[in-house]
């Protein structure tokens, strides 16, 4: 994800103290443009709670996730696997409902990056995509491929954290789409069997035929090796330890950014609410538009997201909602914090527009989920969001604001 900078002024505003490279846009502010300009004080003042509210979810529906998968590792079975899949879609959801305020223009202090703890590189470790699910665990066919299965490497924090993305950005080991690779398998149908508390038959391949000879952990004699299927799952106990070490690294770093949108002390809450209403909304627009234009129409559209759930067009719905709510909070058009408010009081044909837009976008994702995956299908949601992004366009020529050209 590359991440705007900030206009100039929210630049000189909030982070003059980091050494950072120079913005690459600019908002003009000429005092005679100052008039235009609406009141999106109550916009302004919320944004920052709003970020932290649903960031907090996320690590809600994270934990409730974790306890999901615990209930799955103490009785495997096709009722707590469900279960654990119907709360990893749900944290997946929240997640992407946040995924808006990670495009806001806001710069991280050096020494973040320098650590691994920036913005960026924790998108990163909770949402990388696409993943080879053959790094993590086994394929059909290849019964011993991927972390689980490579006894040679120790499962802790660090080597998980060293793993990820190790020589290729689909070699993921942490995050989200490891967990749903979990759950799910690369067909879609992995067994509850997979996660029984149970020792292992067959852990080490001892020869390289066609049958797959494996050493007998009975015994520590060769004269006891046996021929195992192709197919035979092992390292069961492994495959538990893993799914429990990724869940809770992601806690770990929704709680960072939870921290940092905290309202009384979080670092990105303190830059917001130390700029002007104007700037915080000219940086929404940009991060609505960057978030349009990269996120949904350049990878979401274009890729599969969540592959092995077959749910990707939930990722779309669920970064759609992230929209929605920050022009209607809660639903409530009335809500004075929200963007609609904003436009109401400029014009309200903008804001009626973006309320047919937003459930004209729903309507043709919900097709999607309906009818399946089509290019179609696809080709009518992708014809509505640049639909959108005209519309936030003209809606920021109207409240006098600019916005970096699209390409």
Known sequence: MHRLRLPALLLAALLAACDQNPPTTSLPAAPEQEQ??????????????????RMSLAAQSAQELDSKLAALLYSPGEDSLDAAREAWRSAYDAWLETLLYAYLPINDPPDWASKGIDYQRTITLLDSWPIEGGYIDYLPGYPFSGIVNDLTLPLNEDSLLAQHRFSDPTYA??????????LWGADGERPPRDFLPQENTAPVVASSDEEGTVANPETDSGDADLPVSVNTVQNHNRRRQYVQLVSEQLQKHLHRLQRRWE?????????????????????????????????????????????????????????????????????????????????????QALQQAWIQQLDLIDASLSDWQQQGDSEPVRQLCRQRLIELLSLLQRTADALGMQLPDTQ
């Open 173 to 182: 080991s942490l995050g989200y789409h490891a967990l749903e690779f979990m």
């Open 263 to 347: 309202p009384s002390n979080g670092y990105y809450a303190g830059l917001l609410q130390h700029a002007r209403p104007e700037q915080v909304l000219n940086a929404s627009l940009m991060a609505m538009q960057q978030l349009l234009s990269e996120e949904l129409l350049g990878k979401r559209l274009s890729g599969n997201s969540s592959e092995f759930s077959n749910s990707s067009w939930a990722d779309a719905r669920a970064i759609v909602q992230g929209i929605r709510l920050l022009f209607v909070p809660e639903g409530n058009p009335d809500e004075p914090s929200g963007l609609a408010t904003v436009l109401r009081n400029r014009d």
């Open 36 to 53: 235009r300009l609406p009141d999106s004080s109550g916009f302004a003042s919320h944004l920052g709670l709003m970020a932290y509210t």
